[in-house]
């Protein structure tokens, strides 16, 4: 099924709240990479916090990020609090998708949340084990899904021009 044709088929509202969804998905990923920068240039955490070196990943991930928010360094607290709300607004980006009945609109959907919830997991990894491989990944899947979002921003506005 083509761009075009897709966009024929969905109502010009649903395309329309698709590309302001990509449009801001991109405003807060690069949000993101700001605030990111900041705890990389700013921010010394410590070595010893709930979650540091667990033995368990996933138990040292909730009391990690349990630990980050509420006590940790305000710009890191910032930073990873920014980046749950990423993850929810990346899935809910996914039902957006699945509206247009698009596999373009769809594929950019999820593996947008997919880097997203990829480069989450690095922060919590980095967070847990100071491991600078892992803010390197988080760097990487950060790019993208910004790469994703706005491959579906343009494929949104591409659809809207061929309709003119």
Not at 55 to 71: A, H, K, M, R
Not at 86 to 95: D, M, Q, R, T
Not at 113 to 129: D, E, H, V
Request: glycine residues 10%.
């Amino acid at each position: 099924m083509s761009i075009t044709a897709t966009a024929q088929a969905a109502p010009a509202g649903r395309t329309s709240r698709l590309a302001a969804a990509n449009f801001v998905a991109c405003l807060v990923l690069l949000a993101q990479y700001l605030l990111g920068m900041v705890v990389n240039i700013y921010v010394i955490l410590p070595s010893r916090h709930p979650g540091a070196s667990a033995g368990n990943y996933f138990s040292g991930i909730v009391s990690g990020i349990g630990w980050l928010i509420p006590d940790g360094p305000a710009w890191a607290a910032a930073h990873a609090a920014f980046g749950l709300v990423l993850v929810v607004a990346a899935y809910a980006a996914i039902a957006f998708a699945l509206g247009q009945r698009s596999r373009v609109y769809l594929v950019t959907a999820v593996l947008g949340a997919l880097a997203i919830t990829g480069a989450a997991f690095n922060g919590a990894s980095f967070l847990n084990y100071g491991q600078a491989f892992s803010s390197m990944i988080m760097a990487g899947l950060w790019a993208l899904a910004l790469g994703c979002y706005l491959t579906g921003l343009f494929c949104v506005a591409r659809s809207h021009l061929s309709l003119r």
